[in-house]
């Protein structure tokens, strides 16, 4: 039962409410936390887009939503990192899937079992961003891939008028590359010279004596 509060004293009350000094130097002295460690506990960041051209869609397909809103925090905040303006997540619509299969065979076929499989989307728009930054966010996003989180990106490069001009230029580069490793193609890495051949065939081992029966056996 709780005291009525003209029989409480005010020592009472001085010791129970703490003036905003003391408050403050408690504060001071519990060591604060780094930044980065403190956003891990808000929302991710996101960087305005200034044109809002579209250059990669990221959709994250699970079955779990614990994992599926985990790694899309992960992915918005690397995408944050990289300078890149993303949107997101969009829940898409979830895909149902049903099966019934029979408990037994017979007479006891109608004795039916139901198995449901439903599977929760995420999207991520990336835009306004470099291509090479593109890249590099999804080999990370690979790299450190959540279980049980399936990526899907569609990426859009744009190029100028004279596309077929930086195409042809690049299958040159190309050529340059993988000509020396054609040429070695079905060599062998550690190739034997002739006169280690003859050696060889010229040693104790490769001697050969004639047999009893006019044979050459090699003598061990």
Known sequence: MATPGYLRSPWCLAKRFKTSEEAQEEETDEPRLPRSVQALYLRPLKRQATHGVPCCDLQLRSYSVRNLEFFTD????????????????????????RWTVPAAHFVHKKSQENFERITMRRLIQIQD??????????????????????????????????????????????????????????KQEYPVAEEQVEEMENGEKYRYRPGALGTRIPSL
Not at 80 to 97: C, D, F, H, K, Q
Not at 173 to 178: A, C, E, F, R, S
């Open 74 to 97: 992960f992915a918005l905040r690397a995408a944050y990192y990289l300078n890149m303006p993303a949107s997101g997540p969009v829940p898409l619509p979830r895909i149902t899937e």
């Open 129 to 186: 961003a470099h291509p090479h930054s593109v890249e590099i966010w999804l080999s990370f996003l690979q790299k450190h891939q959540y279980y049980a989180v399936g990526m899907k990106a569609n990426v859009w490069e744009y190029e100028g008028l004279d596309v077929a001009k930086s195409m042809d230029a690049r299958l040159e580069n190309l050529k340059k590359v993988i000509e020396p490793k054609w040429s070695e193609f079905g």
